[in-house]
């Protein structure tokens, strides 16, 4: 870009100018693409009987359903699928700004103070947790027949969580819902912290509950 206006913005997104940023053969190299910016959390729906994790994967970058599922695809039907699906969620968070800072998978369900409990006696995994701006919740169906829904709960908005089909819930509710759309407990979660070009290293815990 030897041609280009030393007094214009740089292309770069900086709003500096080219002779001081990019163009400046001695001067810091910034980004050469624009940082994502952090969206505050908007309830996003979603439009397939399995689309909830499409629809929290949306509200986690904060885009809509349709540009999150051109993205990362439809939910996996294999094993192997499932690998390639979740290669493709975590750089469709990256590129976004987002990562996963924990995970904590269970084998049987609890309720939200056990899961807290869990969460308290691991140092790190706690701390984690109380740096992450979101997370995704798991949770069981109390029919057991339906596969696995997930919600999201956001940070500045601690007592509700957006659940992408039923919309937001008080967190203290959550596991009370009567109907067919009601939830036994909790299968784990996913903790998101909003760092851009920053990467996290992701603790994951599995757990023997019940």
Known sequence: ???????????????????????????EMRPSRRLPVYEPIKLVRQEHVDGCAIATAAMVAGISYRETLAAIG????SDESAAIYLTREGKFFNDRGWWVSAQLVLKTTVDLDALDALVERDVKMSKAVKNAQRLRV??????????????????DNENVVYDPALGVIPISQ??????????????GFMSF??????????????????
């Open 138 to 155: 798991f949770l069981a169906f109390s029919d057991g027949k339906k596969p696995d829904h997930s919600v999201i709960w956001d940070k």
């Open 74 to 77: 439809a939910r996996p039907t």
């Open 174 to 187: 959550l596991l009370r819902l009567p109907g067919e759309q009601s939830y036994a407990g909790t299968l």
């Open 1 to 27: 870009m030897d041609n280009f206006p030393v007094n214009e913005p740089c292309p770069c997104g900086s709003g500096v100018k080219y002779k001081k940023c990019h163009g400046h053969p001695v001067a």
């Open 193 to 210: 912290t909003f760092q851009p070009e920053k990467p996290i290293q992701t603790l994951i815990s599995q757990e023997m509950s019940g």
